[in-house]
Structures are given as C-alpha cells and as structure tokens.
C-alpha cells in the first residue's frame, strides 16, 4: 500500500493535480485516486496552491500531499497494528520500519516522474537538483505548469524551439543558464531527438481539465447546454495528443477567466 500510494502521488504531481481533500477515508489501499471532491489542475507553477474552500490552511496545497500520503499510511498502520504482530511493542517497530520507508519510495518514485518530464532515459545522482531547480524557476516566474512541459518536449526535438521556453519566463538569464544545464544532461545519453520528444509527449499532457473549462461547462450545463462539457470529455479522453481544432482547450485563463476556489459541488 505505501508502495502504491507513493507512485500515485508522485504521478499525479507530475500533471499539476490537487487532491482537494486528500484525507484518510479519500485514500484507498487500491493506489487509485478516489473521491478527489474541490480538486483542481495547476495553471501557473506554485507549491503552495491550494483551491478548495474548505481548505483554508493549505493542508492538502500542492507541496504538501506527499507529507499527507505519509500521514494517511501512518493512520492505516496504526488500525493494523493489532495484526502485525502479537505484541504491540513488536508491531510498532513493525510499522515504524515500514513507515520509514515512505520518504524514499516517493522520492524516487518522483525522481522517476519528472526524469520523464524532462527526457532523461535513465537516472543519475543530479537529476534531482536539475528539476528542483526547474521548479524554483517556474514558481519565481509563475509560469504555467502544462504549457512549459509540453514546450520543452517540443524543443527536446528542435532547439529552434527554445525561443518560446525562454518567452515563458521572466528572469530569462537564470532560466537560460538552467537550459544549458538540460542540453548538457540530454548530451549524456544517446537517444534520437525525435524518439525522446515522443517520449516527452507521451508524459506531459497537452490538454488538462483546466478549472477554467470545467467552470464553462458546469455553467453551461446548468442551462441545459452540455456540448461544452461533451467537447472536454472527448478532447481528454487524449490528453498526450495534439489536436489542433481545440487548441484553445489548452490555453491558460485570461486574467477574467481564472477559477481562485472550488467546492465539493463542483
């Protein structure tokens, strides 16, 4: 269980989700993702972004849902502990030694995810420092989650492609010298551009339901107008691909647009 529920989160950070109410009876021992309530997608990079309502402290924000995965495993083995062992001393260190294993099972598990995001075929000691620092840059420069995986995977293909990363951002030194960072890491394994940016699409998602798109179709549907939601369902039921005739599905919420909180009804 600790096993499947640290891949689950690690995946789901990978695409910019946020469980709304990432509590004990909303984790199952299954690793699926259930009764996710006032969830929402990340549009601009920020780890502390939260959106549900009932959410006030920021418990369940972005950055913080592996330290609640950890906790909810707490939980279900202190209800087990009358079965592991006969003794409870005996089932604690049980438990604890298990629970212990959580931080580097998910740590690895995201090293796993984001070596993905960024093209890399195989895992090496400083992977882990390139995307944190991709990270910090993405949230000094707010820049959108989905929209710069899904353009770095373009310009994993093209370096003529790297005009529109670095447009992302505003700090552009600093991310360029990241960038350099990226190219030299990719130079180390001898894979065809082509082949890795498949690969690269594969994992970064051209289409999420963005919160601004689902307010739309709630809306609508409440009129009795539910083509808009119809059109969302069929555009995600392919989220890696390209699909040019709803390409505006993709595109971040104008500043009138954007969805600051959702609610269990939603």
């Not at 418990?59 to 330290?67: K, T």
Request: aromatic share 10%.
């Amino acid at each position: 269980v600790i096993d499947a529920q640290a891949n689950l989160v690690a995946r789901w950070l990978g695409v910019g989700f946020i469980h709304g109410v990432m509590n004990t009876d909303n984790t199952s021992i299954s690793g699926e993702t259930i009764d996710y309530g006032p969830c929402a997608f990340l549009d601009e990079y920020d780890p502390s972004k939260r959106f549900s309502a009932i959410d006030e402290r920021g418990r369940y924000a972005f950055a913080n849902q592996p330290a609640i995965a950890h906790w909810n495993m707490t939980v279900l083995a202190e209800a087990l502990l009358p079965v592991l062992a006969p003794e409870e001393g005996e089932a604690v260190e049980l438990a604890t030694g298990l629970l212990n294993r959580f931080p580097s099972i998910f740590e690895a598990a995201r090293a796993k995810v984001y070596g993905a995001k960024l093209g890399l075929q195989r895992v090496e000691e400083d992977d882990s420092a390139l995307s944190a620092e991709l990270l910090k840059h993405l949230a000094a420069g707010a820049v959108y989650y989905t929209v710069f995986f899904r353009a770095l995977s373009e310009a994993a293909a093209d370096e003529a492609a790297d005009a529109r990363l670095v447009a992302l951002f505003a700090e552009v030194p600093a991310f360029e010298a990241w960038l350099k960072a990226w190219r030299l890491r990719l130079a180390r394994e001898e894979v065809d551009a082509g082949a890795r940016a498949a690969a690269m699409r594969a994992v970064n998602p051209a289409f999420i339901p963005r919160n601004h798109r689902v307010e739309e179709a709630i809306v609508a549907g409440r009129a009795g107008d539910f083509a808009p939601f119809e059109t969302l369902v069929r555009v995600l039921e392919r989220p890696y691909e390209d699909q040019p005739e709803v390409a505006h599905l993709a595109e971040p919420p104008r500043a009138e647009e954007r969805v600051r909180q959702t609610i269990c009804g939603s």
